[in-house]
């Protein structure tokens, strides 16, 4: 038995931060581009795209950076503060996780928690 | 500009604890019963003890008791164990959200994380 944590932030401009964009975010950084990091995560280049700009309307500044073409045919790029973002989600996401195992794990002994 | 956190615990059983069902069951504490709990959240007494009936199995244990009929028309009562998981999830939250503010604060300054 496990368990899982997600932590969902509602900004009050209607943005959010949450695990599957910064999964995303994380996958343009290993693939190299959005379209392969939306196939990973079996939704669309365009879905992929809008996560990406909601992310950059979050911070306030962009997270990806994209080439057209050339002859390494285009591509993705995450940024120094798409970086910090995806570092800094993680820690506190573990911190979060240690939280909830030091609160909720006597109540839920079978949980592995 | 605020923000907003949300935390869901996914257990491996397929059981999940969020920030609904720990509200339902703040509101059957205040209200006395799952009927009054269900309604200020604008659901229906099926789905709101649907809710109090997986918080039961997530923990293996009763969160809620009911009364049928009597003098008082009957009533729900939230368990010593209801308020234990009231009380540590609202604990893990607050610690998650000062996780938060301390790691996404400096990415988001305008938005008083």
Same mark, same amino acid.
């Not at 932590?7 to 695990?19: A, N, T």
């Given at each position: 038995?496990?368990?899982?944590?997600?932590?969902?932030?509602?900004?009050?401009?209607?943005?959010?931060?949450?695990?599957?964009?910064?999964?995303?975010?994380?996958?343009?950084?290993?693939? $190299?581009?959005? @379209? =392969?990091? /939306?196939?990973?995560?079996?939704?669309?280049? *365009?879905?992929?795209?809008?996560?990406?700009? !909601? #992310?950059?309307?979050?911070?306030?500044?962009?997270?990806?950076?994209?080439?057209? $073409?050339?002859? @390494? =045919?285009? /591509?993705?790029?995450?940024?120094?503060?798409? *970086?910090?973002?995806?570092?800094?989600?993680? !820690? #506190?996401?573990?911190?979060?996780?240690?939280?909830?195992?030091?609160?909720?794990?006597?109540?839920?002994? =079978?949980?592995?928690?």
């Amino acid at each position: 038995m496990g368990a899982n944590l997600s932590i969902r932030i509602d900004l009050d401009s209607g943005e959010r931060i949450g695990p599957g964009k910064i999964r995303l975010l994380e996958l343009i950084e290993t693939t $190299g581009s959005i @379209s =392969g990091a /939306g196939r990973a995560m079996g939704m669309s280049y *365009r879905r992929a795209w809008l996560l990406v700009d !909601s #992310l950059n309307r979050a911070l306030g500044a962009p997270l990806v950076t994209t080439r057209q $073409g050339g002859a @390494s =045919g285009g /591509g993705a790029q995450v940024t120094a503060l798409g *970086r910090e973002l995806i570092a800094r989600y993680r !820690s #506190l996401e573990a911190e979060s996780a240690a939280a909830t195992r030091r609160e909720l794990g006597p109540l839920l002994p =079978g949980s592995d928690l």
